[in-house]
């Protein structure tokens, strides 16, 4: 016959063990939480800096504008075409 002492081990020890793949689930779920959370944070710095670039771009465009002028710009623009297409 089965001992009710060795019955309640058993089920002491398996609930020890789902109780432990709980925590490890737990734990493994927090992580990925702020792994994307991390992620997040990354690309919203990646657009920040991909907008500061593109506005610096658009400074650098105005000032070689006032300094060369509206004909000159045009000649660079028609130079930077053709050489992209070699």
């Not at 490890?24 to 927090?30: D, L, M, R, S």
């Not at 994307?36 to 500061?52: D, H, L, T």
């Not at 028609?78 to 070699?86: F, G, M, P, S, Y």
Request: glycine share 2%; hydrophobic share 40%; no cysteine.
């Amino acid at each position: 016959m089965l001992d009710i002492n060795e019955i309640r081990k058993r089920a002491q020890q398996a609930s020890e063990r789902a109780a432990d793949s709980m925590k490890k689930t737990f734990e493994k779920t927090e992580e990925l939480v702020q792994e994307i959370e991390a992620s997040s944070v990354e690309e919203a710095s990646v657009s920040a800096a991909e907008a500061q670039i593109n506005t610096s771009t658009e400074r650098q465009v105005e000032i070689l504008g006032e300094i060369f002028g509206a004909a000159s710009m045009e000649q660079m623009a028609v130079n930077e075409e053709r050489l992209q297409k070699w």
